[in-house]
Nanobody, 125 residues
Framework: QVQLVESGGGLVQTGGSLRLSCAASGRTFSDFAMGWFRQAPGKEREFVAAISGSGITTAYADSLKGRFTCSRDNAKNTVYLQMNTLKPEDTAVYYC??????????????????WGQGTQVTVSS
């Protein structure tokens, strides 16, 4: 079992920045690839970013490249999502997830077994 706890969400103005954190416990953190997803009201959960167990490989949703950066600190069992130049359309609940294939990055939420409870990000216009 892997437990994931997100933090860092909140209310920010358009153009602002937030850094989300996801703390993991229960298993060896570097054995897991990690992903970030988001879900806005009335919409399906969508892929944001993913990172391999070592942190060497990352992947991003095309629409978010250049604004969002995913990183991890395996010594702290934590994965991060730095979000810059935020827009109202970035408003959503953001979730982190873990996949036991540490060498790959996946954009499909069905590939992830463990999920956090989510953290709300609201961008005001």
């Amino acid at each position: 079992q892997v437990q994931l706890v997100e933090s860092g969400g909140g209310l920010v103005q358009t153009g602002g920045s937030l850094r989300l954190s996801c703390a993991a416990s229960g298993r060896t953190f570097s054995d897991f690839a990690m992903g970030w997803f988001r879900q806005a009201p009335g919409k399906e959960r969508e892929f944001v970013a993913a990172i391999s167990g070592s942190g060497i490989t990352t992947a991003y949703a095309d629409s978010l490249k250049g604004r969002f950066t995913c990183s991890r600190d395996n010594a702290k069992n934590t994965v991060y999502l730095q979000m810059n130049t935020l827009k109202p359309e970035d408003t959503a609940v953001y979730y982190c997830a873990a996949n036991s294939d540490k060498y790959r990055v996946y954009g499909n939420p069905n590939e992830y077994v463990y999920w956090g409870q989510g953290t709300q990000v609201t961008v005001s216009s």
